[in-house]
């Protein structure tokens, strides 16, 4: 495997850890969701990105599409793997405090908000332990698990939609 191969994964993964922590920490915590979500978008051009750069310097233009989808693969494992390790460090410190203090802080009126819309079928009454639950439920396992199974999802269909493409512009 060469090393090369490394390259994209770890500058997407950088480039999503330096944005999470610039936001988080930079006190704009409620911008934490439109972060992850074009983190999360920007998983597509790193992949197509990196599945080209591997046809072009490691294959020599020469690939079949297995090995194009196996390239963009790796780099959805790599990255994966990076931001399983990063989310484990970044929810252990602060995110999962951060968590809590929302649930205590605001899942009273939102609750009672869901409740008045009859969005949830529950009373005032049982809204504390709805909350007591809604604390139990931040686990770090819940976390690193989104992480992975949002990687690999958009990730093995951006890998297999793009390998088709640029088979399909090899042959043609």
């Known amino acids: 495997m060469s090393p090369k191969t490394f390259l994209f994964p ?9 944005a999470t922590c610039i936001v988080f920490y930079g006190g ?10 074009i983190g999360w978008l920007l998983i597509i051009p790193f992949t197509v990105v ?12 020469v690939i079949g599409g297995k090995d194009l989808v196996k390239e963009g693969l790796k780099f959805v494992i790599f990255s994966t793997v990076i931001l399983v390790i990063f989310q484990a460090i970044f929810f252990t410190l602060d995110f ?13 009126e939102l ?11 529950i009373t005032e009454a049982q809204i504390p ?25 958009l ?3 951006t890998s297999v939609i793009s390998a ?5 512009k090899l042959r043609g």
């Not at 007591?132 to 999802?153: A, G, P």
């Open 10 to 18: 770890s500058i997407y993964s950088a480039l999503l850890i330096i």
């Open 96 to 108: 999962k405090a951060y968590k809590v203090d929302f649930i205590q802080t605001y899942g009273f």
């Open 129 to 153: 332990d709805l909350i007591k639950k809604e604390i139990d439920q931040v686990t770090l396992f819940k976390e690193c698990t989104s992480v992975v199974f949002k990687n690999l999802f």
């Open 28 to 37: 704009r915590s409620q911008s934490i969701n439109t972060v992850t979500i």
């Open 50 to 61: 990196a599945m080209i750069y591997s046809k072009r310097t490691i294959y020599n233009n």
């Open 155 to 157: 990730g093995t269909i």
């Open 164 to 168: 088709v493409v640029i088979r399909a």
């Open 111 to 121: 609750a009672k908000t869901q409740i008045k819309n009859g969005h949830l079928k």
